[in-house]
């Protein structure tokens, strides 16, 4: 399976080099394991987690391990990826600091923006401001700012496939970088 354009964003937010010379990359949330495929497969050390295992038959090959995020291992990697797992979470604040303790490095996050792609299981939706819409509250993206400070936090708009741009679906693309200052 192909990567998509979401993936490759992620890809473009690895540091050149991490403050240990490792590769080491844990993922939180691997779902079927494609983007664990392609850093397996470009010389990465992967370990991928998720609650279960849902990886696809041809990616078993890569090392996985059930997480809780709410309850993760004493362990700490250069880079942590957390892609489309917030939003499915209720305790952002213990999660976000969790990830800053099982990172080194670089934290990378995707979450959708707005309802982008609405899910029955979704409990947290972001956009560019606070606000509520039919029911719905939507958290200000720009929390991440101080869940993640003093480090130097970047969020950006990204696609996950060329139709997401007639669809005007969206995620944003966190990048914590925890050796600066922000």
Request: net charge negative.
């Amino acid at each position: 399976m192909d990567i998509d354009i979401r993936d490759a964003a992620i890809i473009n937010a690895l540091p050149t080099i991490t403050s240990s010379g490792e590769n080491g990359i844990l993922t939180i949330g691997c779902g079927g394991g494609r983007i664990e495929n392609w850093l397996h497969n470009n010389n990465y050390s992967v370990l991928a987690t998720d609650i279960a295992d849902k990886r696809e038959d041809e990616y078993k090959d890569i090392k996985f391990e059930e997480l809780d995020i709410l309850n993760p291992p004493n362990i700490q990697v250069p880079i942590v990826i957390c892609s489309e797992v917030l939003e499915h979470l209720t305790d952002i604040v213990k999660v976000c600091s969790n990830l800053i303790e099982l990172a080194q490095d670089r934290l990378i996050i995707t979450i959708p923006v707005a309802q982008s792609y609405f899910s029955s299981d979704h409990v947290n939706f972001w956009f560019d401001v606070p606000m509520e819409q039919n029911g719905v509250n939507f958290r200000a993206v720009n929390e991440f700012y101080k869940l993640f400070a003093p480090y130097s936090v970047g969020i950006s708009r990204i696609i996950t496939k060329q139709e997401d741009k007639v669809l005007e679906q969206r995620e944003y693309l966190i990048i914590v970088d925890l050796n600066q200052k922000g």
